[in-house]
């Protein structure tokens, strides 16, 4: 490989390049990390519940569907901002917001989410 570690494409690619940054970043967030798995697991577990009552027709799939993929964007951007990838954990984290909204559209208005699911 002939790329230069200074270029932001890089930066983009591998993360920050320096283990040390990363463990000292992992226990300064020590708790705020372990509360936000705790949380995921949490939210994980209810999305299941909801996939298991709600998925039963085209519609309501689309939305518990829409909010795995919200879950599991939260999860990639926390894991890319762990890895140092700053700009892409929060292009991650921006299509988590974008998702959240087009499912409470699609929820709060038949006509609405009609034209949004379909």
């Known amino acids: 490989m002939n790329s230069d570690p200074a ?3 890089h930066g983009a690619i591998f ?4 283990d040390v940054v990363r463990c000292q970043f992992l226990k300064h967030f020590e708790h705020e990390l372990a509360e936000f798995e ?3 697991v949490a939210v994980y577990g209810r999305w ?6 709600f998925a039963r027709d085209r519609d309501s799939a689309t939305v518990v569907g829409t909010l795995f993929v919200v879950i599991a964007r939260l999860l990639l951007s926390m ?3 762990v890895l140092g990838h700053i700009a892409l954990a929060g292009a991650a984290k921006r299509q988590v917001f974008e998702a959240l909204a087009q499912t409470r559209l699609a929820v709060s208005d038949a006509g609405l989410g009609w034209e949004i699911l379909h």
């Open 38 to 40: 705790r949380l995921m």
């Open 15 to 18: 993360g920050v390049g320096d």
């Open 48 to 53: 299941q519940e909801h996939e298991a009552r």
């Open 79 to 81: 894991n890319l901002l």
């Open 7 to 9: 270029h932001p494409i």
